[in-house]
Every structure is written in C-alpha cells, then in structure tokens.
DNA sequence: CTTTGACAAAAGTGATCGCTGTGTAAAGCT
DNA sequence: AGCTTTACACAGCGATCACTTTTGTCAAAG
C-alpha cells in the first residue's frame, strides 16, 4: 500500500532523517499549523504512529526540526568561515551567506526574527538563542585559529559582537545586503588587531 | 458634566500633549487593542470628536504616541552621553539606560523588539527604525564631539554598530544587564582609537 | 520494531447573533 | 472659530452551537 520511499533499505537513523526533512518540507509549504503528523507519516513512508514513537508529539518534532535546521546552518557559516583563504574574507563570505540564507528560509529566519512564526516559536524557548550560541561558538573558533595571541575573552567579546551584529542587520535592514556585510566586517577590522601574529 | 481638566486654561498645543499622555497610560495598562478613543477622550477632558480632529483616526494616535515616546525616550539617551565626564562613562551610562528603560517601557520595548506587538507595529513601517536611526545620529555627535579626528564615515558605522549591539542585547539578552553593558562598551573601546587628540 | 485500526479528547471551522467601538456628519454651545 | 453633543452606518469582536478534523494513546497483528 506503500510506495513511497521502500523502508526496509534504510537504516534506523536514516529514517528519522526523512522525517525531519519531510516535516521540513511541509512547514516551509503550508507553515507550522497547516503541518500535519499524518502528512509528515506518508511523505516519508511509514506510518502515523512511528513519527509519535520518535517524537513524542507534535511540538517534539517542530523542536527537532528546528534544532536539526539550526545547526545545518551553523555548518553552512563554519564551512564559509573555514574555506577563505584570508580571515575577514571569510567572515565576509560567512556574513553574506547568514544574511542571505536567512532571509530566504522560511524556518531560520522566523527563528530568528520571531515574525511570521504563528505557533512555531512557542517552543524555542528564547528566540534566538538556538542560533546565537552555537554561531557565537564558530565565530570563535574561527578568531582563535587566526589572532592565536588574543586573550580568550577579547575573543568571545568579538565573537559575540560580530554575530549579533550579523543578526541585527538581519532583524532591521537598513540599505543593501552588501553595505550591510561591509558594516560588519568595517567593524570587525576596527576592533581586531591587524592580523600579524601567525607570520612574524 | 465633564469636570476632568477645564479646558479652557490649556493652549491648543497643549491638549495635544495631554492626549498623547493619556493615550500612552492607556495603552501602556490595556494594551493598543484595548485602548479606546472614547477614553483617551475623556482621560484628557476633551470629547471624542476632538480626538479625531487632532490624529484623524486611531492610526494616527498610535503613530503620534509612538513618535513621542520614541523622541523622549532618545532624548534620555542624548543627556546620559552628554552628562558623563569621560566618553565612554556616557556610552556605559546610555547603554545602561536604554537596557533599563527600554525593558520596562512595554510602548518602547514592543516598537523595538515587535513582541506583544498586538495590531500596534502594523504601523510602524519597519519595526525599530525610528529608533534605530536617531539613535544613530546621537550616538555619531557624541563620537564626533571625543573623537574630532576620526573619519566621518567611521564614525557613522561605530555609531550605528554600537546601536545595534545595544538593541541586540535588548532583544535576546545572555547574562545580566551589567554583563551586556560590558560586551558593548567593551567592542567600543576595542574599536576606537585610544582617546586622545582632544587632549593632545 | 513497525503497522493497523480504533478511539476519546482536543482543537479547528464556519455560521449566526448581539454588542461595542470606529469613523463621519450635522446641529448646538460658548 | 473651536469644541461638544447627538445621531447613525458599519466594520469588527466575542460568544455560542453544531460539525469536522486532528491529535495523542492503546492494543493487537505482521
């Protein structure tokens, strides 16, 4: 009777990525309330009640997803962050791609700003927060590989800042994206020191 | 009948600020949904039909009341810049007061955060900009007052940038107030030249 | 361990009704 | 002149009722 997906070729965990992805899908459509665990069940293949033994419940699941989104985010900034050659050019890319992402996903973004977010945010404690520390924790990491002489809390008072910055252009935009990421990376250079320690 | 606050004592220009008053104690204690011009009416003992010939419709008071407000509110923030000997000792005290002040004003903080914003934000176009952008300009004199060398353009992004951290750490704060305090003023002083060329 | 079928309780939908408040206009004071 | 009073049409809101959908749980079956 069920066509989709054949179940029996995927491993356990596999599923509960169909699941999340599914639900996913189906929030980013119709939004949280128009979600529906029955949809959820079939648009991955197995049944109504596998999606409640996994989940618990209806707000479990938009929890999960929400997490689960969240940090797939927080990879994509990383991987920007990682992948540049030069330091700021990676904050850039990483700023550009925060403000870009962002704005376009449905979920991060109602995460975030807290709009738009009918029933969703309930359950996300403090809104936020799911992204800012994790992000905050990245942008450290990324600070403390490229200035390795700073003190420890100069680093996470940078990192810190630099993070709610991204987010308050994001929140309220004023101008284009471009000016945006270059606010943010102006002030980036003004507080840090001028790069030296790796190579002298 | 109506012994609230003979009228005619007052000046035409005052009735407009007793309305203004009345309408924000109204909305500050039932909310904008709850708040009825009959009572703003009667609250500022004038009638109703003077009320709609002063804002036009209930869009137009919430509107004026809002613009008020958010004038008042950054005119406190001007005097605590201007008040303290050292720049950054008014910057810490600004900071302090917006944290404080805006928290507990439910008119300011729902205009800059969009929470319980319950029919009133619909009307400001986008939400926190009639703060953001005077607060700007305060803060940017107050730099360009301590720190007459500094480009102009520099000056505009520290001063935003510092409006912006403030406002973030309003919306999701982590820590106490102090601690928020600290970040912020602590990414000025990061960020700015040591002080000196009043001085030199 | 998943599916299936069944079920009670909760929540959503939609129509109706009366009431309250908005917005406007004209007439009446002072 | 400017403010008040009175009057009124009309949109909007809250309560109620009946009805449908969905949630969340269970136990039996594959």
Redesign the pocket.
């Known amino acids: 009777?069920?066509d989709v997906t054949p179940?029996s070729e995927r491993a356990?965990t596999t599923?509960r990525g169909e699941l999340l992805e599914a639900a996913a899908d189906l929030i980013a459509a119709r939004g949280f309330?128009g979600?529906?665990?029955?949809d959820v069940a079939t648009r991955a293949?197995?049944?109504?009640?596998?999606v409640?033994?996994e989940f618990?419940?209806?707000?479990g699941l938009a929890q999960a997803v929400a997490l689960h989104r969240a940090a797939e985010f927080i990879d994509g900034v990383d991987s920007r962050l990682s992948a540049a050659s030069e330091p700021f050019e990676g904050m850039r890319s990483a700023i550009d791609y925060t403000l870009d992402h962002a704005a376009k996903d449905r979920l991060i973004s109602s995460m975030l700003t807290g709009e738009d977010a009918e029933d969703l945010l309930p359950f996300l404690t403090t809104r936020g927060q799911p992204v800012l520390i994790p992000a905050t924790e990245v942008v450290s990491r990324h600070v403390r590989r490229n200035w390795p002489r700073l003190p420890p809390e100069q680093v996470s008072l940078f990192a810190e800042a630099t993070v709610r910055l991204t987010l308050s252009h994001l929140l309220m935009p004023s101008g284009d994206r471009d000016h945006a990421v270059d606010a943010v990376v102006g002030v980036a250079r003004a507080a840090l020191p001028p790069l030296d320690p790796t190579k002298e």
Chains 1, 2 share one sequence.
Not at 35 to 38: P, Q, V
Not at 45 to 50: E, F, N
């Open positions: 009777m069920s179940f356990r599923m309330r979600l529906r665990m029955a293949g197995v049944s109504r009640q596998t409640y033994n618990g419940n209806k707000e």
